[in-house]
């Protein structure tokens, strides 16, 4: 009984063995798998960063590659994408006069809010801290409205007023997820230009995923804030018939 015993004990030992390496090569080889999901993921965020960088070169369109990267992981989160390049480049030029003209008028805006910023800053009369808050809030305001603008832009069909004036107020009504997407934002830049050792991994990060990735966490925010003001009917408008429910 003894002998018996012990001979079974390498058998069955074999066999966990081998189940554990056929879930092993499951997991390497099978492209359902977690691994390769993430792989795909990470892909799909370098993808749409290498495009972001390439349509950005152009300071001026900055705006328009903003809407389309948003376009893509709306998309993307809702499993309606038809090929990541393509939704990006039908996004880019479907949106690229509203966005620009979006986009400039917010650098001429705020290049004067900095000046302004800059020249009350330098100076001594008695208001300048409250001079300088409402500087900071205009900013504030103005970046709000041009992100929510943009990723309107991506999801929505609507004229420019429209598209600002609804932007705006989506804006103030979600401040949390307002501020939190500022945030995110701001401080992956300050990290950024910590030191020089920050900054040359930053220039890789950035170069590599950091827009992807940045944008990809504040189109969830997008969406949340989205849905809490869009009417079935115009989820109609946006979506397949199959996903609306």
Known sequence: MAAGGHCSQPSADRRELAWEEVEMRKFILDINSPLWRFMGFMGDLVCVNLLFLLTSVP????????TAMHSVFFRL?????????????RAFAGNFRKSTIIWILYLVFLAGCVLNFNAVFHTGIPQKKMIMILLGAVIFLLTMTVMYSLAMLARFDNDLKDTVTRAFLIGMLCLPYTVAMILL?????LISIANLLYLLYAVAFWFLIGFGLT???????????????????????????????
């Not at 300071?59 to 903003?66: E, F, H, L, R």
């Open 77 to 89: 989160r809702e499993k309606r994408d038809n090929g990541l390049i393509r939704d990006y480049f």
């Open 215 to 245: 944008g990809y966490l504040c189109s969830r925010l997008y969406l949340r804030a989205f849905r809490r003001f869009t009417s079935q009917e115009d989820l109609r408008k946006i979506l397949p018939e199959e996903e609306e429910g």
């Open 185 to 189: 934002a701001g401080v992956c830049f």
């Open 59 to 66: 300071v001026i369109t900055i705006g328009a590659s903003i």
